[in-house]
């Protein structure tokens, strides 16, 4: 089992860049695929990026792919998600999740057994 907490979340500008942080506790934390999706007040949960164990594969959704930039350090049981330019309709709730094992279905929520509370990001026109 993971704990995840993110962090890193805040008020910003247009065009302004956010750097989250998801840490996670537990064991083995290496073994896991991990995640990051946003939901918006009365909008779905939405895949955002995911980043397998090793960290030798990332994977972005379209409107994110040259912006974002996702990262883990297994050492350190952390994954990072780095914003740049960042628009006032990604402002919502950041979470990062994590599923055992490799997955090709990461763009899913319901792949995902372990979600952390997130972290807000808003973004100011």
């Known amino acids: 089992q993971v704990q995840l907490v993110e962090s890193g979340g805040g008020l910003v500008q247009a065009g302004d860049s956010l750097r989250l942080s998801c840490a996670a506790s537990?064991?083995?934390?290496?073994?896991?695929?991990m995640g990051w999706f946003r939901q918006a007040p009365g909008k779905e949960r939405e895949f955002v990026s995911a980043?397998?164990?090793?960290?030798?594969?990332?994977y972005y959704a379209d409107s994110v792919k040259g912006r974002f930039t996702i990262s883990r350090d297994n050492a350190k049981n952390t994954v990072f998600l780095q914003m740049n330019s960042l628009k006032p309709e990604e402002a919502a709730v950041y979470y990062c999740?994590?599923?055992?094992?490799?997955?090709?279905?990461?763009?899913?929520?319901?792949?995902?057994?372990?979600w952390g509370q997130g972290t807000q990001v808003t973004v100011s026109s």
């Open positions: 537990g064991r083995f934390f290496s073994m896991y695929f």
């Open positions: 999740a994590a599923v055992m094992g490799d997955s090709d279905s990461f763009e899913y929520p319901q792949t995902y057994d372990y």
């Open positions: 980043i397998t164990r090793r960290g030798d594969r990332t």
